[in-house]
């Protein structure tokens, strides 16, 4: 049987599971296929890197300074309103969209930095960190102490407790009823009514819930792991934080990161908190804040890297059938505002650098930059579809995220390869492990 990622996603009590075949590919199979169709995607130019940064401020300007010469035009003078509080509302709309437009390149300046994490940037590593470090503090990002956790995600992605975040609940971190072998199979095929409605019952799943849920982790999802390590890995000390250096996430050799990393933020908070006494809360609010709260860090960043890892049909793995590949295969592809033949989907890819839309390679090897990444994801497409691998999930957008949240609630606590289950214990996917599994220790992360 194919192991197939499609953008159609069957239910398991109308069409039955989609029978996953895992993967038995080495790093050098799947970075193979990319030298000898695209050898220059792996060549990383600062100045080619440098002319985004300069491409994301023009547009930022362009937004900032259209939106403030269409504010002049909000008063009577201009525009006949039958009521003076639309005028108001007006003139909030007016905001919000900017913060809307301003919000995709500035993802667009967060991609960079990353980059500069994964020294992507260019070929020297003190441009990279220097880069990454100036770029992230002005995103509110402490760019060694996440480089370093982000590292280790890369390392082992889809590992349920190596990796560092977006790590499924399994059913008794949820409390919920014991495993019953007389109602349900361990892989969510086979449950019978009385099972699923325990469960529901347990979980308490509804529409409105898993609304609120996804819109809590949009707004505060970014904020609450980088500080206290929500959605992060369970067997840290609760609380553990990005900020502190004796962190479990730190070796004692990275503590001087983890403070430039704070000094960075520290300048950050100051720069604002100048803003806002010299030009006005109000002003620094309008035009940094929202967009920096709605759309920059917070909603971009975590729809856009939720839905690359989250998914019912994505496996997750135990020790014992965990490989890096395997890990870096159980992401998906995604276009961000829409189909990449349409208009919104290629504003949105353009603005963010393809950092949705070319994540399975990414994960396969995260020094390519950004403007080699497509011309590297086509190469490996083609190779994983010999092994019928297709990782593009839906567009992600709002409506996305919700279906994950009600499709993705738990994982079982036995099982060497796990799909997540919704709130009857249902899953969509089965493995089918190969008849041999491939011991790969190879590792592209810096």
Request: proline letters at 6%; hydrophobic letters at 40%.
């Amino acid at each position: 049987m194919s192991t197939t990622t499609t953008t159609t996603h069957k239910k398991t009590d109308q069409a039955g599971p989609i029978q996953y075949k895992i993967p038995d590919l080495t790093v050098k199979d799947l970075l193979s296929s990319i030298p000898f169709v695209a050898r220059h995607c792996f060549e990383r130019s600062a100045i080619k890197s440098s002319a985004y940064i300069v491409l994301d401020v023009i547009l930022l300007t362009i937004i900032y300074k259209t939106a403030s010469f269409a504010n002049q035009f909000i008063t009577p003078e201009y525009i006949t309103l039958p009521h003076p509080a639309l005028y108001s509302v007006l003139y909030f709309s007016l905001w919000a969209f900017y913060g809307f437009a301003a919000g995709l390149p500035a993802t667009g300046l967060w991609v960079i930095a990353h980059e500069c994490g994964h020294q992507a940037f260019s070929e020297s590593k003190f441009i990279n960190n220097s880069v990454g470090w100036v770029l992230h503090s002005a995103l509110g990002v402490p760019y060694h102490s996440w480089r370093i956790s982000h590292a280790k995600h890369h390392a082992a992605t889809g590992h349920l407790t190596q990796d560092q975040v977006f790590v499924p609940a399994t059913r008794s971190m949820l409390g919920l009823p014991k495993f019953n072998p007389n109602g349900e199979d361990l892989h969510g095929t086979n449950v019978s009514k009385e099972v699923q409605n325990e469960l529901w019952e347990a979980i308490g799943d509804s529409p409105i819930s898993a609304a609120i849920q996804s819109a809590g982790y949009l707004l505060v999802g970014w904020p609450l792991y980088i500080i206290q390590n929500s959605s992060g890995q369970t067997h840290y000390p609760k609380g553990t934080s990005h900020f502190v250096p004796k962190a479990p996430l730190y070796a004692p050799h990275q503590t001087g990161q983890v403070l430039i990393s704070d000094l960075g933020i520290l300048i950050w908070l100051g720069t604002l908190a100048a803003w806002a006494y010299t030009r006005g809360f109000a002003e620094m609010f309008r035009i940094y804040f929202v967009p920096y709260l709605w759309y920059v860090v917070n909603h971009w960043l975590v729809l856009i890297t939720f839905l690359q890892h989250t998914d019912p049909i994505l496996p997750h793995y135990r020790a014992p059938e965990f490989t890096f590949p395997r890990g870096a295969l159980s992401t998906l592809d995604r276009s961000l505002l829409g189909d990449l033949g349409s208009f919104a989907g290629w504003i949105g890819a353009t603005a963010t650098h393809g950092i949705s839309e070319t994540h399975v390679l990414h994960h396969v090897s995260s020094k390519i930059p950004h403007y080699n990444a497509w011309e590297a994801s086509d190469a490996l497409r083609k190779r994983l579809a010999q092994e019928g691998l297709v990782l593009e999930g839906p567009p992600g957008g709002w409506s996305e995220m919700y279906r994950c949240f009600k499709e993705c609630k738990f994982v079982e606590d036995e099982g060497n390869v796990v799909f997540y289950k919704n709130a009857r214990g249902l899953a969509v996917a089965v493995p089918v492990l190969p008849e041999s599994t491939v011991s790969d220790s190879g590792v592209d992360v810096q």
